[in-house]
């Protein structure tokens, strides 16, 4: 009786931990890492598009604390990408800007390896880590861009002041900007 409980536990535990070489272990692999962030590039993703969690969402509430308008909202659904932005009214002293909310396929890991995307910087949004970066060109000098990953893809936010005398700091409202689409996106 003895030999066969040692043979039993023998077996067990030399069959639970091969698992990797089973044929079905492909499948249960999980796709999202310790952060609670999906780790597959978009090509893997399994989430279609469509299924994104979609900015046009964001709640009034968000919008009216940055001081930003529905009116004029302009959303589209590109490759991987759902976007809206969303402009300060033109009446404001303090100059315009836009705000944009991008939801993605992309993995946040992709996010960092952009060839477009440099000067990156570590930060947190709503204590999750997030970074901070610019998008390489002249004509991207006037924003801010920030980006976290989820458990779909990862969320840029962006904000860009419209005109070369507007007085906004676009990374510090990019900051305040990410907290609001933080709270209402999902995780």
Known sequence: MVIVIVVV?????????????SPGAESSKSLVGPEGTITVPASENPLPPEQLWDPKELPDSALNQMQLERTGEICDLRQNVKSCQWLSPAWDSRGMYSGIAYSTTSSFDEVLRRPNFSNFEDIKVAGQRAVKYSVNGSSYSD??????????????????????NNPIDPCEKALQWAEYVHEAAPK
Do not use: H, K, L, Y
């Open 9 to 21: 536990v023998a077996v067990m535990a030399g069959g639970g931990d091969d698992s990797s070489e």
């Open 143 to 164: 924003r801010c861009d920030i980006a976290w990953g989820t458990r779909f893809g990862a969320i840029w936010v962006t904000i860009g002041r419209q005109g070369a």
